[in-house]
């Protein structure tokens, strides 16, 4: 239960960079309030089922697929989560390649939900506002209900923090808005393929020198689905083209390019547009503290003092811009 002395935190968006600085802020005695608008946790962190039409179930990832670490202070959670077997190392990079890659064990949105099970999370709740009145700060959801607390973070793709701002009438200074303005990610779409038979995908993810397709993983090959399921990941340039298309002709021009290594006919299929998959551009600093009458902070993977040197580190950016937030808080609140 809250007390009224007991610090407290809103966090909008139960992504990792929302879990992770949630996590962090609860350990330090905050309560901690988390809202979500996907019907899961997790956010990127995205795993879903195909029902085969034999009555088994395939199951994909399609947002994240493996992360690596370089930060020490990553490395000992991800230590953490080794022996919780919660993550487990990328099948064939141990043995061949210099990089060791991780995944959840379950999935990757298995991640999120062990660091969900001790949070207050409420899903499906859209933040239409917010606002700060008395000495909280309100957040006032799609369906009409208030969350209030002491201190405030977002963590969202920064486009979707623009939009809260407008839909909040909240006037941001404009060095500041130009800096987020200046933030763009890449779009991608994944088509999750549900297969006949085994795929000849030579190893649980491939990454792909083509036009359309950026990546391949074989999902059973990884260990998460019993029944041969693909995901297929376009390129942003692809993404870009072919944004508003029929999901057929997307299905058509991506499944064609990945006919080699398919190998059995597609039984079916779904599409997801991610129209925020990972940044392009980044801001320069782990978080940004707002220019306001109580604890405010914007946090998640587009935080970061320089791009990532490969994409495998975006997650990595994401975990340490929520713990340096969660600090920021601490220190305010
Ligand atoms: C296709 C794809 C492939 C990727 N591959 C890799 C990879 O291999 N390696 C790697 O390191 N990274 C990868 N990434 C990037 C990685 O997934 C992200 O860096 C990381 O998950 C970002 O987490 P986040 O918490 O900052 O944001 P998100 O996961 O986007 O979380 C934000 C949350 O905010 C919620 N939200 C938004 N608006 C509102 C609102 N108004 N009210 C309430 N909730 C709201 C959303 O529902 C979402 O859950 C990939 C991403 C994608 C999409």
Redesign the pocket.
Known sequence: MTSQAQPSCLI????????IAGTQLQNTDVAVTI????RG??????TRRLAHPNGSKGQFD???????VSDRRFQAWVEQWLAEDVVVPWPETSARSAITYYRGRLSNRSIAKHLAQTLTVHTQ????AIRYQGDRWLAQ?AQNQDFAAQSLLL???VP?IL??FNTSVIALPSELKNGLEAIVYDP?I?VLALLAGPSQIPEAGLQCQDEALA?LACNQKKGISTIPAATL?ATPEFSRTYWDAPEGDIAQHLLDAAVPWLGSPVVDYSIHR?Q????QTVYGDRYLSMPAPAPFVI???AFAPALPTR????????VL??LAAATYLLEQI
């Not at 909008?12 to 879990?19: A, D, K, P, R």
């Not at 809202?35 to 996907?38: F, Q, S, T």
């Not at 946790?41 to 995205?46: D, K, P, T, Y």
């Not at 709740?125 to 239409?128: D, G, L, M, Q």
């Open positions: 909008i968006g139960g992504g990792i960079t929302g879990l809202l979500d608008k996907g946790i997790g956010g990127r962190f995205a399609y947002g994240m697929q493996r992360f690596e709740t859209r933040v239409a959801t963590a969202m793709p979707q939009e809260l991608c994944a990546w990941h991610w925020y998959s990972q940044p946090a998640g993977d994409p495998t580190l975006n997650l990595e950016n994401a811009s929520g």
